[in-house]
């Protein structure tokens, strides 16, 4: 059983950018496509992005697509969502987690077809 581990979280004013990081307590990543969520309060759970640890390959949601980027270390033990032009609006619980499909990343980063999922981090955009 992997257990995925998110970090980076924080307090930013809108405008500004965090890097989120997800481990998978030394294991390597590189069998997975990892799937990036969020959960505001209230609401239910967001996909974002997708990236295919192996070679890089990423989707992304619309919301998030030209502010956010997803990539992975050399080591393919670790992957980040860099988050940039962040707006209250991304206020959120922060997710990481596997898919459960095989097939890479699909356009639709469905919250339903992952499993593994990380404790998440808070996210708080606010001036």
């Known amino acids: 059983q992997v257990q995925l581990v998110e970090s980076g979280g924080g307090l930013v004013q809108p405008g500004g950018s965090l890097r989120l990081s997800c481990a998978a307590s030394?294991?390597?990543?590189?069998?997975?496509?990892i799937g990036w969520f969020r959960q505001a309060a209230g609401k239910g759970r967001e996909g974002l992005s997708c990236i295919v640890v192996s070679h890089g390959g990423t989707e992304y949601t619309d919301s998030v697509r030209g502010r956010f980027i997803a990539t992975r270390d050399d080591a393919k033990k670790t992957v980040f969502l860099q988050m940039n032009n962040l707006k209250p609006e991304d206020t959120a619980v922060y997710y990481c987690a596997i898919d459960q499909i095989g097939f890479g990343c699909s356009r639709h980063i469905t919250p339903d077809e992952y499993a593994n999922w990380g404790q998440g981090t808070q996210v708080t955009v606010s001036s």
């Open positions: 030394g294991k390597s990543l590189r069998s997975y496509a």
